[in-house]
Every structure is written in structure tokens, then in C-alpha cells.
């Protein structure tokens, strides 16, 4: 079993930055793929970007994002981090991280098993 639990999120002007933590507990997630989704209100959770397990540590991201945003992992920590920068206002949604016990990266939120309870992230303009 594994817990994850999202923090960092906030209120941020638009052009800003912000760094999500995603603190893993129960067990360690170095072989797992990381994942990042959001939710904005009326809308779907969309993939955000991802990270692959072990060495592969392989990112992907949805276009929208790709060029600002970064996902890393700390292994000794048990943590993986979505550092946002040049932040939108479209980017205001929930963020969630989530956790695949593969370490094969998939985009859809159905293939995560584990997940945080979300952290707010709301960009004013």
C-alpha cells in the first residue's frame, strides 16, 4: 500500500512558479511511475506529465506544459516534484500525483492506482 500526499500548491500570479511535493509513505516508489493530474472546476482530470520507475526516470508531459513544467523524484526522500513555472491562468485546477506500480508510463488516470488528495493551485491574471 502506498499514501501519497501533495503539497505546495497556492495562489500565484500568472508568469510565477510554484513546486508540488508528493510524499510517498508505506512503501518506497522507486520502481513506480509517478504520475501528475489535474482537475479544473467542470472539467475532466487531465494527464499533466509523468515519470517513469527506476532508471528509466523518463518523463513525459501534455503539450500544454511541456517547456514549463518539470517532474523529478527524489529517491531518498520517497518524494517527486512538479516544478511549474511561467504559470498560466488555464493551469488553476487540483493537482493530484499519483502513483503506477510499473515502470511503464501511461497517460490515462485509470492505470494509477494509488492517489493524493490534491493540493490547489489557483493562478490569478
Known amino acids: 500500500q502506498v499514501q501519497l500526499e501533495e503539497s505546495g500548491g497556492g495562489l500565484v500570479q500568472a508568469g510565477g512558479s510554484l513546486r508540488l511535493s508528493c510524499a510517498a509513505s508505506?512503501?518506497?516508489?522507486?520502481?513506480?511511475?509517478m504520475g501528475w493530474f489535474r482537475q479544473a472546476p467542470g472539467k475532466e482530470r487531465e494527464f499533466v506529465g509523468a515519470i517513469g520507475g527506476w532508471s528509466t526516470s523518463s518523463t513525459y508531459y501534455v503539450d500544454s506544459v511541456k517547456g514549463r513544467f518539470t517532474i523529478s523524484r527524489d529517491s531518498a526522500k520517497n518524494t517527486v516534484y512538479l516544478q511549474m513555472n511561467h504559470l498560466k491562468p488555464e493551469d488553476t485546477a487540483v493537482y493530484y500525483c499519483?502513483?503506477?506500480?510499473?515502470?511503464?508510463?501511461?497517460?490515462?488516470?485509470?492505470?494509477?492506482?494509488?492517489w493524493g488528495q490534491g493540493t490547489q493551485v489557483t493562478v490569478s491574471s
Open positions: 508505506g512503501r518506497s516508489i522507486a520502481s513506480y511511475t
Open positions: 499519483a502513483a503506477r506500480s510499473s515502470m511503464v508510463v501511461r497517460t490515462l488516470a485509470n492505470d494509477y492506482t494509488y
